[in-house]
């Protein structure tokens, strides 16, 4: 690390440890003797979203959770839980070191962990994400997650 006051090649660390996810080093220069902060943090790949007509766009985190809010409205669901769904999905795509994710990958990766959060939730994403067109729509999810409570797939929780 190259010291910022004199540009010496030579820094020591002297202390480190874990801020917001990343490692905050203070460092000391062997030269002038001059201290000064580092952060180090992982660089995940800019992460683009194929949209259904073809186009490219960053991944909005935020456009997700205000997805995912208009979902839990009005529900016993915290901020909270919703920003550590979307934390898992984006470590989730960032550890798969994928560059392009499809919206529908991105949406049944926030049903499968809505449902254990809040069914009604659950129940109000997928008829936007699934595009609902009318009450038969409803009756088969809602019968699906029915189905999946009375015969859980063994390995995984209903």
Avoid: W
Avoid at 10 to 36: M, N, P, Y
Avoid at 55 to 81: D, H
């Amino acid at each position: 690390m190259r010291c910022p006051f004199c540009g010496f090649e030579d820094t020591k660390v002297i202390d480190s440890r874990s801020v917001e996810g990343k490692k905050k080093r203070r460092r000391c220069c062997t030269a002038c003797g001059r201290r000064f902060t580092t952060f180090e943090c992982v660089e995940r790949p800019l992460l683009m979203v194929a949209k259904r007509d073809g186009t490219l766009e960053p991944f909005n985190r935020n456009k997700l959770m205000g997805g995912i809010y208009n979902s839990i409205k009005k529900r016993p669901v915290k901020m909270e839980q919703v920003a550590a769904l979307v934390d898992e999905i984006e470590a989730e795509l960032a550890n798969e070191m994928v560059a392009e994710v499809s919206p529908d990958r991105i949406g049944s990766m926030v049903m499968e962990r809505l449902i254990k959060i809040d069914p009604v939730a659950y129940v109000r994403f997928a008829s936007v994400y699934l595009r609902f067109s009318d009450a038969a729509d409803f009756i088969r999810i809602i019968s699906e997650m029915q189905e999946k409570a009375e015969h859980p797939v063994s390995g995984q929780d209903a």
